[in-house]
């Protein structure tokens, strides 16, 4: 009689292909040599029903017909067969979970993976004659080949080793990597991986929802730092957290806290596990909805529902507070402070999410939203800035430490406004007291630093008047084209003229930016300039000595910004030393109507036009082709000036098929919309007539349709009826496009055709509102 435990034989098993090998093995493992055939026989008919049975917990396939042939040579083994029926059910779904498993592990977590698997699996007490004797002997005088672990004894010790880890393995948990570390066992990951599957199909019914999520927590219970640090286990939490209600919220944060809270360290340091405590985190937006649920019972479900949730809040705060420096330089942990501060201030922006591979990042910042916190909250968020302000000095070295203080400023500027002012004055005062030259600011320095400067640039977008005259008269006065030409503390200077646009000193600042304008466009940093010039709109002043310099200004021969990496040193240095060519488009004065073109295009006037300046005046037609973005937001900026005269009449210019290519180009769209919508309506007429014949294509066009849009808005009736009269011929065409069916629908085009009179009633009353509309804008 024998009752042996499956073990793996030195071989791992991979998804899908080594399963039914390393079931072979361990039967070899087990069998004798003293019948050569049969057994050889035996094994083979093992082989095909281990693979059959796993397969069809898998997927099922049919089961082969070379089967029936095995079983009647095996005959003999009829205790091998009951051994065999009594196992592969165990064996085949616990290999199912163990395939199904969605992350990745390596060659010797899979190991262990299937050997915590197999080490519980007690196979029945059956009779095999002669099947342990001497196996190892015979089946390598038999010519069977023995599969090693790359150990030099065969895994053996790594098995005992497995085999003796006691109450862990029988719970499933297992330390695997990461210095011991426990992970999920396989069987936990599927089944949060199923969770997640329901959690996408959604509920028709709340009251199912509120079962299902109660029954996922009460499986987490007990285990909930293990899931929260396993990947699929910390996505399918953090779905769940949302539909959870406080207390519930409360007793995942307890549990992954701890009795003292020193577990949040931990997890909130994990890459999985942060997202989670984030997440919960969050929840505390739904503090009101929770304590105006049941007015009836508001002070005791207050206490025992989001009061648990707040007390964990705070508990988290603390250990914040006690591990300042290790929880804001940590690239996981900074992100739960950046969160804890947000819930502290009563405001939460979007969740955070995982870039997709190949998505376009988006750099706007994100939109909050504001919510009611507990009085608690309000002291604790004093308390949590006085800790962190003591760890200042990291936020000048350590790119993550500079992200948590950039968000403590921008939350305490909008919840509170006096703690800001405090905490800008003491961060200044810390970035001004470092040592430097003698004469020279110490801010320099800082400006020039890749995480110190994002910091500068937010003191700077929150600083209030006395603060921003400060920071120009001590530390930028004198510097600004020094710092405009370097790779980093340009965007420092344009985040300053930006903040000084409404200010008394910008004419100060723009009459010393502007003599460096030459040198900054070698450089390549077009943002410079086209801040410069959308400070000039928004002030109002300046605009006259900034189109002039336009006009004027020097660029390198062939100069196209899009082209160009400001990383790229010897591009920089090239750039430098080529002879500097003028747009020659201030004189003679006939070269006005062509600034547009040059622009938008960033070139100067012989590179485009493709002439020499000996030449004269001679201008022949050159379609539009290249609009780049840097000059599309200049001429954007330069759209909003009081006298555009320059910008209108160069647009007059072109011809219909290139006006149809600025619609139609992503750059070019945005500088016909702002052209067209800021005219007058003499004005605006003028631009539509140039567009009639190209109304069709841009209503087909994907950004030619959204300028049509904006046309049509701001159209006069009349307008607006010419439009249409030209669109309503191509009704077929239209109807059927995947954007021109919008225009067709908005435009109301079937009234138009049908029913002109009430069309015309009702384009009068919009026409009316939008113009009504415009001037409270204005």
């Not at 207390?247 to 307890?254: F, I, R, S, Y």
């Not at 040592?435 to 500068?456: E, N, W, Y």
């Amino acid at each position: 009689m024998l009752s042996p435990t499956l073990r793996c034989c030195g071989s791992y098993p991979t998804r899908g292909r080594e399963v039914p090998l390393l079931l072979t093995e361990l039967w070899i493992s087990y069998c004798s040599s003293s019948q050569p055939e049969p057994q050889c026989r035996g094994v083979k008919l093992i082989f095909i029903l281990g693979q059959i049975k796993i397969m069809d917990a898998l997927k099922g396939p049919v089961v082969p017909e070379c089967i029936d042939k095995t079983l009647q040579t095996a005959s003999s083994l009829a205790p091998l067969f009951v051994f065999l029926t009594s196992t592969l059910l165990a064996v085949g779904s616990a290999a199912a979970d163990f395939l199904c498993t969605n992350r990745n592990f390596t060659e010797e977590e899979e190991e262990g993976r299937f050997t915590g698997l197999t080490q519980n699996w007690t196979l029945p007490c059956v009779e095999i004659p002669n099947m342990l004797a001497k196996d190892g002997a015979k089946l390598q005088k038999g010519g069977a080949r023995k599969r090693r672990h790359p150990a030099e004894d065969g895994g053996r010790a790594e098995w005992k080793k497995t085999k003796n880890r006691g109450e862990e393995e029988k719970q499933g948990q297992k330390p695997l990597g990461d210095g011991g570390r426990k992970r999920l066992d396989a069987l936990s990951v599927g089944y949060f991986r199923r969770v997640g599957e329901r959690l996408s199909e959604g509920f028709e019914e709340e009251e199912e929802r509120e079962m299902f999520v109660g029954n996922v927590l009460a499986e987490v219970k007990g285990k909930a730092g293990l899931v929260a640090t396993d990947r699929t286990g910390s996505i399918t939490l953090q779905r769940l957290l949302p539909l959870s209600g406080p207390d519930q919220v409360g007793e995942v944060l307890a549990e992954l806290g701890g009795e003292s809270g020193a577990g949040f360290k931990e997890v909130s340091c994990d890459r999985c596990g942060g997202h989670v405590v984030e997440s919960a985190l969050r929840q505390m937006s739904r503090w009101e909805e929770f304590s105006q649920k049941d007015p009836s019972k508001e002070d005791e479900d207050e206490e025992e529902s989001a009061g648990v949730l707040e007390s964990q809040v705070l508990s988290l705060s603390q250990v914040v507070k006690d591990n300042g420096s290790e929880f804001i330089g940590h690239v996981h942990g900074s992100h739960v402070v950046r969160t804890l501060l947000h819930v502290l201030a009563g405001c939460v922006g979007p969740p955070r999410t995982e870039a997709q591979p190949g998505a376009k990042e988006h750099r706007a910042a994100p939109q909050l939203t504001d919510f009611e916190i507990p009085t608690s909250f309000w002291y604790e968020l004093k308390s949590l800035t006085e800790t962190l302000m003591e760890n200042i000095h990291l936020s000048v070295t350590d790119g993550a430490a500079s992200a948590v203080f950039q968000t403590m400023l921008t939350v305490c500027h909008r919840k509170r406004p006096k703690l800001c002012k405090q905490l800008l004055k003491r961060t200044m005062e810390y970035l001004t007291s470092r040592g430097s030259a003698p004469g020279v600011s110490p801010l320099l320095v800082f400006l020039k630093d890749q995480a110190s400067s994002r910091l500068i640039e937010t003191i700077i977008q929150l600083s209030h008047k006395s603060l921003l005259r400060d920071l120009y008269k001590s530390h930028f006065k004198g510097s600004l084209v020094d710092l405009a030409l370097h790779p980093i503390a340009n965007f420092p200077v344009q985040r300053l003229t930006a903040a000084l646009a409404e200010h008394k000193l910008f004419p100060k600042l723009f009459d010393e930016l502007v003599q460096g304008v030459e040198a900054v466009l070698a450089a390549g940093h077009m943002g410079v300039i086209v801040q410069l010039a959308e400070s000039c709109a928004e002030g109002g002043e300046k605009q006259d000595d900034m189109m002039r310099c336009l006009l004027n200004v020097s660029l390198p021969k062939g100069f196209v910004l899009l082209q160009m990496r400001r990383s790229s040193s010897s591009v920089m240095s090239a750039l430098c030393r080529v002879s500097l060519q003028s747009f020659h488009c201030a004189e003679p004065g006939s070269r006005h109507v062509c600034c547009l073109p040059l622009f938008m295009s960033l070139l100067t006037y012989e590179v485009y036009y493709q002439t020499d300046a000996t030449e004269g005046s001679t201008q022949k037609e050159v379609p539009l082709t290249s609009i780049c973005y840097h000059g599309s937001r200049l001429v954007q900026a330069l759209a909003r000036f009081k006298e555009r005269s320059h910008l209108l009449s160069s647009l007059r210019t072109l011809s219909p098929a290139d006006l149809l290519t600025m619609a139609s180009d992503p750059s070019g769209s945005h500088v016909l919309q702002a052209l067209i919508t800021t005219s007058s309506d003499k004005g605006r007429g003028k631009i539509l007539k140039r567009l009639e014949g190209q109304y069709v294509q841009m209503a087909c066009s994907r950004l030619g349709s959204r300028v049509l849009e904006a046309a049509w808005n701001s159209a006069s009736v009349s307008q607006r009826q010419g439009i249409a009269q030209e669109l309503v011929p191509s009704e077929s065409k239209l109807r059927s496009d995947q954007f021109a069916r919008h225009v067709w629908a908005k435009f109301g085009l079937s009234h138009f055709v049908h029913r002109r009179a009430h069309w015309q009633e009702i384009q009068t009353g919009e026409s009316k509102k939008w113009k009504l509309f415009s001037d409270l804008l204005e």
